[in-house]
């Protein structure tokens, strides 16, 4: 009961804060009650014969793991905006919207909001832009709403698993100890035939859809209205280029990370002057420079008059990254003293006191990381908890970690938009104008995925074994 009772109370807090505060939780509530409960897990601690240096000790120490990761979601940050200003991010969505087809919609939809997601690296942004754009196009097609929802959803949750760029994503990584880069690797064994299969099954609906009198307008203004502030052209993805050759170089994330934002200011300097001196709000010799370090800190803010647009682009900057920051840091403090009190390890004891194959474990990381989603109400706690909880039984089982954060982000990660009153499902709902459990059977990237993880455990297939280094590719050869 001492183990279970701060537990207890912050899953009730947390209930509370989406029920009062819905998908703005995150911002500061879901904190204040993180870091209450790790003020009633030291009490309940030090009821057990522990000092308060000793649970202060306990957040440190969980605090300290996260700085990593800390450095990564700044340095994300500062990509970000600096590849919006220098077109980077804008091509990529030109040219992903080119790929929309009609008579191909759902399957087009989930394509295009994969492309927007990995580029941007945030779900909730491409469903809250894009994803609006292409429910009123399905609107005005006669198709049915509910299925596109579920083709925005399905892509842009693929996107934002798969991205460097996602906070969520490096998290995993951070939360595991694990390098960002081989953790998307190993992501792509469930990953690839869970959005696979899911874009068979959109394809064919969308075979049966009437298209004959569709109409792209809205498209059409999108990509006019990028193409009015951006200059649109392949020398804008070169960042993007860069970076994936350092990744493949297999360099570290946080200089990779770095260096592709500061090409991104390189290139803005000179292929976006205008909208550099825009951003920097001045004409003088220094304001090129001005506008690209402002894109850093403080990320893009668009002039587009078409408000899809201005929404999409205006972000970024590593002052965006400090809720994120905050949260993590909130909810590494409320594990770090759980883990010295040793009531997490009692709490795992007792979840896993039937668990004998890795089947079984991988099973039970799944309903467990569901299960956070549905009772804490938000995904970085169903991604951070569980984390911490089921390193040491993989580790046990002589698994990598690797294939923790994978699990992690298999079921963590996706299956928080199938939850009404988790923060991902109340955002989908109330921005893209469907009931969650309207869209959830049609949101199949993020159904197909658990399962898929589930199978993987019970076949034994592609688990990396414990004691595998950097030579992933072998391992997986193996």
Not at 108 to 119: D, E, K, N, P
Not at 312 to 325: A, P, R, Y
């Amino acid at each position: 009961m001492d183990a279970l009772i701060p537990l207890l109370i912050l899953i009730a807090l947390l209930s509370l804060s989406v029920y009062f505060f819905g998908a703005d939780s995150s911002y500061g509530p879901n904190q204040i009650a993180l870091l209450l409960c790790a003020g009633v897990a030291a009490l309940m601690g030090m009821k057990n014969g522990f000092t308060w240096k000793e649970m202060e000790g306990g957040m440190l120490h969980g605090m300290s793991l996260v700085f990593g990761a800390i450095l990564i979601l700044l340095a994300v940050g500062a990509l970000i905006g600096s590849w919006i200003l220098a077109g980077t991010v804008p091509s990529m969505i030109y040219y992903g919207v080119q790929m929309l087809s009609p008579q191909w919609f759902y399957a087009a939809s989930c394509i295009i909001c994969a492309i927007v997601g990995l580029s941007i690296g945030s779900s909730w942004t491409t469903a809250g832009t894009l994803g609006v754009a292409l429910m009123g196009i399905a609107a005005a097609l006669g198709l049915n709403p509910a299925i596109t929802a579920g083709a925005v959803i399905s892509g842009a949750y693929f996107g934002d698993k798969m991205s460097p760029l996602s906070d969520t994503t490096n998290v995993a990584a951070a939360v595991t100890s694990n390098d960002l880069f081989l953790h998307i690797r190993h992501m792509l064994w469930t990953t690839i035939p869970a959005f696979t299969i899911a874009l068979v099954v959109f394809a064919t609906i969308g075979l049966t859809a009437n298209t004959d009198h569709a109409s792209a307008d809205d498209i059409q203004k999108l990509l006019g209205s990028l193409q009015e502030e951006f200059s649109i052209s392949i020398v804008s993805m070169l960042p993007l280029a860069l970076l994936l050759f350092m990744a493949w170089r297999k360099i570290p994330a946080y200089p990779t990370l770095i260096i592709g934002a500061l090409v991104g200011c390189l290139i803005a300097m000179i292929f976006e002057p205008n909208a550099t001196r825009q951003l920097a709000g001045g004409e003088g010799p220094l304001s090129l420079l001005k506008g690209a370090w402002h894109s850093l800190f403080d990320g893009y803010k668009s002039t587009s008059s078409n408000e899809a647009v201005a929404a999409l682009l205006s972000k970024g900057g590593m002052s965006s990254m400090l809720n994120t920051i905050w949260l993590i840091i909130s909810a590494m403090g409320f594990g770090g003293v759980m883990e010295r009190a040793g009531f997490l390890e009692r709490i795992v004891n007792w979840a896993l006191s039937g668990v004998k194959t890795v089947g079984g474990l991988i099973t039970s990381t799944v309903l467990t990381c569901f299960g956070m989603n549905a009772a804490a109400g938000d995904q970085y706690m169903a991604i951070i908890i569980p984390g911490r909880m089921f390193r040491e039984a993989f580790e046990s089982k002589g698994l990598h970690g690797l294939n923790l954060s994978r699990t992690l982000e298999d079921s963590g990660t996706i299956t928080s938009v199938l939850i009404p009153w988790n923060t991902c499902g109340a955002y989908m709902s109330a921005t893209l104008g469907i009931a969650t459990f309207t869209y959830a059977p049609f949101a199949l990237f993020n159904i197909i995925c658990p399962l898929l993880a589930i199978a993987y455990g019970w076949l034994h297939f592609k688990q990396m074994p414990l004691g595998t280094q950097q030579a992933l590719p072998d391992a997986e050869k193996a």
